[in-house]
């Protein structure tokens, strides 16, 4: 976690304490604590949530943590995340390669496994060894077994 997402945990800390002071009293903030409002696992959650850019609107923090008070207080929390970790564009929000077609071998820049013998050569000898490919003890093949 970074300086914004311990910001964010501290604002949602004070907003709960004076929301349970303000709806039940200093009595109950002082017997039963904050979780009255808003538990710890749900404020951890938005956290989180927030740090990977998944809180954008109420109806986000209603599917991420399933709180019941989102419909009464989730206005008020969306704001306070929104104020200290902006929302970002779906599209800047992520980043994808793009997909590269072709055998894993070239992907991974391995030599392409043929089927049947592998021929190992070193460099500098003629000295040739050949052995037997491994097979998949499920399948009975070669083909998807790195050598």
Same mark, same amino acid.
């Given at each position: ?18 929301? &349970?002071?303000? $709806? ?40 991420? &943590?399933?709180? +019941?008070? +989102?419909? +009464? ?11 200290? $970790? ?8 992520? &980043? ?29 000898? =003629?000295? &040739? +060894?050949? =052995? ?16």
């Amino acid at each position: 976690m970074g300086s914004k997402e311990y910001e964010l945990r501290e604002a949602l800390e004070d907003w709960r304490e004076e929301k &349970t002071a303000e $709806i039940y009293g200093r009595s109950y903030l002082i017997d039963i604590g904050p979780a009255i409002v808003m538990g710890n696992l749900v404020l951890e959650r938005l956290v989180n949530c927030a740090h990977h850019a998944k809180i954008n609107s109420v109806n986000d923090i209603r599917k991420e &943590t399933h709180w +019941t008070n +989102t419909q +009464t207080f989730g206005s008020e929390v969306l704001s306070i995340i929104l104020r200290i $970790i902006p929302a970002v564009p779906l599209s800047q929000a992520y &980043t994808t390669a793009p997909l590269q077609r072709g055998p894993i071998s070239a992907t991974l820049n391995l030599p392409p496994v043929e089927q049947g013998n592998i021929s190992c050569a070193s460099e500098g000898s =003629r000295l &040739t +060894t050949s =052995r037997k490919m491994n097979k998949c003890s499920r399948v009975r093949l070669p083909s998807h077994l790195l050598p």
